[in-house]
């Protein structure tokens, strides 16, 4: 099994930066895909990027592309999400979701193990 910590939200200003980590445990996280996904109050969750087991592969959505990077450690089994030039429809909660495997997948059914969230704000 794999539990997952996600960190590093908070309110920024629009153009602002923040970087997400998502911290798991495990000793076999390299063997994991991982998806960030947020999810904002009365919509569905949206897939925001995905990263295969070695960050060979990774996936963007397209309302953050050019935007945002993903990029893994596994040697500190650490999943981050750099987000830059951010704006107020960025504004959710986000959460850190992992799959065993290499491949990553862009829809939340396919993770087995998710994250407890972490709010970001981004004012105007």
């Known amino acids: 099994q794999v539990q997952l910590v996600e960190s590093g939200g908070g309110l920024v200003q629009a153009g602002g930066s923040l970087r997400l980590s998502c911290a798991a445990s495990g000793r076999t996280f390299s063997r994991y895909a991982v998806g960030w996904f947020r999810q904002a109050p009365g919509k569905e969750r949206e897939s925001v990027a995905a990263?295969?087991?070695?960050?060979?592969?990774?996936y963007y959505g397209d309302s953050v592309k050019g935007r945002f990077t993903i990029s893994r450690d596994n040697a500190k089994n650490t999943v981050f999400l750099q987000m830059n030039s951010l704006k107020p429809e960025d504004t959710a909660v986000y959460y850190c979701?992992?799959?065993?495997?290499?491949?990553?997948?862009?829809?939340?059914?396919?993770?087995?193990?998710w994250g407890q969230g972490t709010q970001v704000t981004v004012s105007s």
């Open positions: 979701a992992a799959v065993y495997g290499s491949n990553w997948y862009k829809t939340p059914l396919n993770y087995n193990y």
């Open positions: 990263i295969n087991w070695n960050g060979g592969s990774t």
